[in-house]
């Protein structure tokens, strides 16, 4: 089950090496707008429903600035979805058991915190939003046939293959491209 991934600290090491990969790339292929060289200029973050145990490793959100444009680049991430204060992981899980009202929904969001407005509001982006954002547009003729919707997000993760924590990177790294403000739209939650 993808909730038991919560409390992994294997998992929570696989996200955060993952965004040190999309960081380094970021950062060695320097500037996009001058080609300048990128220093380091991390954003602090309070991620919320991050364990306890990885919450210093869970604190800064890479990002560069140009040492000569002073322009911003923050790559890519697995860990956060955009500005959202929640891990990108919960945005699924939560998700995930919100769906269809699942009996335990509300259980979930009482341990992780969550409220119930903000899982419907979730719910709102997997549903209306990302359909309407250009990752979705580019890649949805990849996805035959075509996802249910209204069971968003599970009907997008059982398209990942492997074990829950495979299908769940898979999708975190799907979604990346919306963790960068060159590829995002609607932001939401």
Known sequence: MCHALLESPTFFALLLHIDEEFAE????????ACGGVLHQADY???PRGCPRSWRAAFERRYSFCCAPCRRRL??????FLGRRVYLGVLLVVASLRHSGHHPQAAALAATLAIPLRTLRRWQTWWREQLPQTPLWCA??????PPLDWTQAPASLLARFSGDAADALVALLRFLSPLTSRSCRLHEGG
């Open 25 to 32: 790339a970021a950062r060695q292929g320097g500037c996009p």
């Open 44 to 46: 602090p973050r309070k």
């Open 74 to 79: 923050t790559p890519r991430s697995v860990r």
């Open 139 to 144: 890649a949805q003729g990849a996805f035959v």
